[in-house]
């Protein structure tokens, strides 16, 4: 019987199907993967390498993880992944932030209770729970990404240890004398009843009321000084107006009364308020109207003209009301004036007499007299004091002027609702105090390289803000200009508060004498408390629980007395510590003590370098985890807790609208993996520069799973195309190859070379069009189509096909090690799965394609500049002979190009190659 034509051919033959059908197949590499223990088997077979470390910034556990949690843990992945290769061991601890306001207002939603109805242990132990549960729920999802670590041992922060660790970092700045008490300006939710830091703002556009208010003068007839604000629940605590010392300020007459203005803003303010008609009698400058006294607009009280450099003329009227209890320049004015701080209004934003009666004049300050309390107040919520303070206003004739205003004001990143600046007794970190800190001499920290010619460490005197800006120039930034970012935040933020309100933390440790009153906290106090919370343990309850549990005096070392009245007993603080605290200790309590980096710890201990290689998360955390680490490392240890920092952008949809469940955009990474596969979203990770905003969509992910396809039937080519292929015995050396396969292997070589760089470069999105390109373009359009006659006609043991098979077993290979950071679980089913198959001595001898390295399949050797050169000339007359039969098929000379014969006529300077590859082609008879 005749064969069938097809049954001549060497037809590429594979099992690895064109289908990639990624939900189900990925979950088998999961499971290999649990039985080979992958992260102990790399960090075995990396074991005597240099270290890379990327340290985990903690994901907060409550809730499913989203698409912004993907992007960023791929994005270590894949980092983490390429320096494996490059030959590092990567010790990669991923974390979890547990405390802190969000689970404690999940449990208390579910308890329906208010805080003061619950005991602060059953709190601590359904916080403590609702986040073991959201733990395992995240951490699910986190390996079905692909994500490679110490999943069996990470870090967590609500951990006694760890709890223990965090107490003993508040104790270096005690002892540093870096922590204090007092009342300060700080952001206040009065729904979430606590302070909150600048991490925790998130600005929302607003409408407020914006009103002119005519304050009448005490010291001259028929005068008011006009001041404008958006906050008419803040009047009640008006203590002073504040003027710029070198603007000019005009008195103008309108009807009888004379209205003081900032000149340039009275010109700008005067239709609207009626006033263009109204005569200038007299001009002077704002120094000149300092001290001057006015009476409060419905308060029986005097008030005072200061000066305040702060007061600009971009709105209002150039004289600015100030309330010392609700504004950060204000407080400042009152300190320089010594003038009263007035608050009151309670933790929940309600007025209250009691709070008023309180309130305390200064010794010698120009302020005499308070006054009475306003009782249309008492009892009043902010949110409606606006209308009731207009209201009297309007009656009493001072309101010149009502409209509304939207701007942006802060507003609570937890329950999304307005903040407001309140003057409260809190604990801080001060940034401006000299302390005495160890000085390392790096000039410039570089992630993944060691430092050489470093001398020891020495002592110098400092602040905390001026030692941060410092070390904020030797890190490396990528992008750049996170440096910029970072440093103006560091420069113009106040003194980190570092007190909350609440239950679920880190208790700040400090007792009160209950005798004489004296605040008593002391790093060897500290230390005593660390210790128990190390080792606390009693039924349900663990750690810094036994803070609530135990008596002071079980808490305090034994006989201990106040040193100043010595009385032995005390009243324990019962804030708890700003959970950035927490995080922003994870370099101490993580990279300090786990027993993988003991031996990089030695060496940065010695000359005080950053452990960690790398923080990477969204650039939202300039503010946030960076800072925070920043700050806690520089007062405590006097350098950052890093060596390079890297952002990526927020997610958005394709008409570059932010994610919202109102919009109908929110793309969840477990229907897209449930869909397509985690491989497609890791791949999506590396489509448009993550260092800006990244956007993402069901029209851009198909598009990412055309590239995908187009990337896999390369390989399954590759594949198909090998299926006879001994490497170990029928590889042809480098010089026997034919001039093609050279060139290919060339080509190849120099693509890989750029894929490393792009790499080391952080510059992912350059792998994704260049991948792209050189798997499209020049392998498959170019060296895969050309070859095809070789591989499916020559005799199969023939040094052709044999060539050309040895060019497809290189490409393979390093094709395969190339991409596995993006597409892991798609490389390493060709490599578990089919490479393994070959039995090469060479590659496939491994548990996982990650035990291999990028040297072993990147050979700058197969660089072959004259082939590629002459190849440039062949690829060149064969586009321009295209071209000339694509005319003639036209013009309709020819219908198909096979009915062309083509003579082609060379010039001297291509003449050279086109003879020599006519002269192969006839010695090879292909």
């Known amino acids: 019987m005749d064969k069938d034509f097809k049954d001549t051919l060497n037809l590429p033959k594979t099992k690895f199907p064109m289908r990639a059908n990624l939900p189900q197949k990925e979950p088998e590499i999961l499971k290999y993967y649990e039985q080979i223990d992958i992260y102990s088997y790399l960090k075995k077979e990396r074991e005597d390498r240099p270290k890379f470390i990327l340290h985990d910034g903690p994901p907060y556990a409550n809730g499913q993880i989203h698409i912004g949690h993907a992007l960023n843990k791929i994005l270590k992945d894949i980092i983490n992944k390429f320096f494996i290769l490059f030959n590092y061991q990567v010790p990669y601890i991923p974390g979890w932030d547990c405390h802190g306001l969000p689970i404690e207002h999940k449990v208390f939603e579910k308890l329906k209770k208010k805080e003061h109805e619950v005991d602060p242990l059953t709190v601590r132990k359904l916080c403590r729970e609702y986040a073991n549960k959201f733990i395992e729920v995240q951490k699910k999802d986190f390996i079905r990404l692909g994500v490679i670590g110490d999943w069996k041992n990470p870090y967590i922060t609500m951990a006694p240890s760890y709890q223990a660790n965090i107490a003993r970092e508040l ?349 008593i906290f002391s790093k060897e106090i500290v230390e005593h408390v660390a210790n128990i919370f190390e080792n606390y343990k009693d039924k349900e309850y663990l750690g810094a629980d036994a803070w609530y549990a135990l008596s002071e005096k079980e808490l305090l070392p034994d006989g201990f007395k106040c040193e100043n009245c010595g009385s032995k007993d005390f009243i324990k603080e019962m804030d708890i510590l700003d959970v950035w605290f927490d995080s922003g200790s994870s370099h101490a309590c993580v990279l300090e003590k786990r027993e993988e980096f003991k031996d990089v710890k030695e060496f940065c201990e010695k000359y005080n370098l950053p452990i960690a290689d790398m923080y990477l998360e969204g650039s939202d955390q300039h503010r946030g985890w960076f800072q925070a680490s920043l700050l806690e490392s520089c007062g405590t240890r006097g350098r950052a807790p890093y060596k390079s920092v890297l952002t990526h952008g927020f997610i958005l949809d394709e008409q570059g609208r932010k994610m919202s469940k109102s919009l109908g955009n929110v793309v969840e990474p477990q229907k897209v993996i449930k869909k397509y596969g985690a ?36 390989i399954r080519f590759l594949l198909g195309n090998l299926k006879d292929f001994d490497p170990n015995k029928d590889k042809v050396a480098y010089e026997n190859l034919m001039p093609i396969d050279k060139w290919a292997l060339s080509r190849f070589t120099n693509f890989a070379l750029n894929i490393l760089s792009y790499y080391r470069k952080y510059e992912l999105h350059k792998i994704y069009k260049e991948a792209y390109e050189y798997i499209a373009n020049e392998l498959s359009a170019i060296y895969l189509d050309v070859q095809k006659d070789t591989l499916y006609c020559e005799k199969e043991d023939s040094l052709l096909r044999r060539s050309c098979q040895t060019a497809l077993w290189e490409i393979l290979k390093g094709l395969s090690l ?109």
Request: proline content about 4%; aromatic content about 12%.
């Open 818 to 926: 190339l991409l596995a950071p993006i597409l892991s679980f798609t490389m390493e089913d060709v490599y578990i799965n089919y490479i393994k198959e070959f039995n090469s001595k060479e590659f496939g001898n491994k548990k996982s394609i990650f035990a291999h390295t990028f040297d072993e399949v990147v050979n700058k050797s197969f660089i072959n500049e004259d082939i590629e050169n002459e190849f440039n000339i062949l690829l060149k007359v064969k586009r321009d002979t295209n071209k000339l039969l694509e005319d003639l098929r036209k013009e309709k000379v020819i219908s198909h190009s096979l009915e062309a014969d083509v003579d082609i006529y060379a010039e001297d300077d291509i003449y050279p190659t086109l003879e020599k590859y006519y002269k192969l082609e006839k010695d090879y008879n292909f």
């Open 171 to 519: 104790g270096k700045f005690y002892e540093k004398k870096l922590v204090y008490k007092g009342k300060r300006i700080v952001y206040w939710c009065p729904s979430c009843v606590t302070a909150l830091a600048d991490a925790e703002i998130e600005y929302k556009d607003k409408e407020s009321p914006s009103i002119f208010v005519a304050f009448p003068s005490k010291d001259e007839k028929d005068t008011y000084y006009v001041i404008w604000t958006t906050t008419p629940w803040t009047l009640p605590a008006n203590i002073a107006i504040a003027v710029n010392p070198e603007f000019e300020y005009v008195y103008v007459k309108k009807d009888g009364k004379i209205f003081v203005f900032e000149k340039e803003l009275f010109e700008k303010q005067k239709n609207a308020l009626g006033l263009e008609k109204g005569e200038i009698l007299k001009v002077v400058k704002g120094k000149d109207l300092e001290y001057k006294k006015y009476n409060h607009p419905f308060i029986n009280r005097e008030g005072i003209i200061v000066l305040g450099n702060h007061v600009t003329k971009e709105a209002g009227t150039g004289l600015v009301h100030i309330a010392p209890g609700h504004g950060e320049e204000d407080f400042d004015l009152s300190k320089k004036y010594n003038l009263p701080v007035l608050m009151f209004i309670d933790d929940n934003g309600v007025y209250k007499k009691e709070l008023y009666k309180q309130c305390e004049i200064k010794e010698n300050s120009p302020i005499k007299s308070l006054g009475e309390f306003p009782e249309i107040l008492e009892n009043l919520h902010i949110k409606k004091a606006n209308k009731v303070i207009l209201d009297v206003l309007k009656e009493k004739g001072y309101l010149l002027n009502l409209s509304t205003i939207k701007h942006s004001y802060p507003h609570c990143w937890r329950c999304k609702k307005e903040v407001i600046f309140r003057a409260t007794d809190q604990w801080f970190i001060a940034l401006d105090k000299i302390y005495e800190v160890l000085t390392n001499t790096a000039v410039k920290y570089k992630d993944g390289e060691s430092f050489k010619d470093i001398k020891l460490p020495f002592l110098q005197k400092d602040t905390l803000r001026n030692r941060s800006l410092k070390e904020i120039k030797k890190v490396t930034w990528y992008p750049p200009q996170g440096e910029n970012r970072i440093s103006a935040m560091v420069k113009e933020r106040p003194d980190w508060c570092i007190s909350r309100q609440r239950y679920w933390g880190v208790p700040i440790i400090a007792f009160y004498c209950r005798n004489c009153g004296k605040l």
């Open 679 to 714: 491989d497609i979203l890791r791949l999506w990770t590396i489509f448009e520069d993550f260092s800006s905003d990244t956007k993402i969509s069901e029209n851009i992910l198909k598009s990412v799973s055309e590239t995908y396809k187009k990337i896999r039937n390369t």
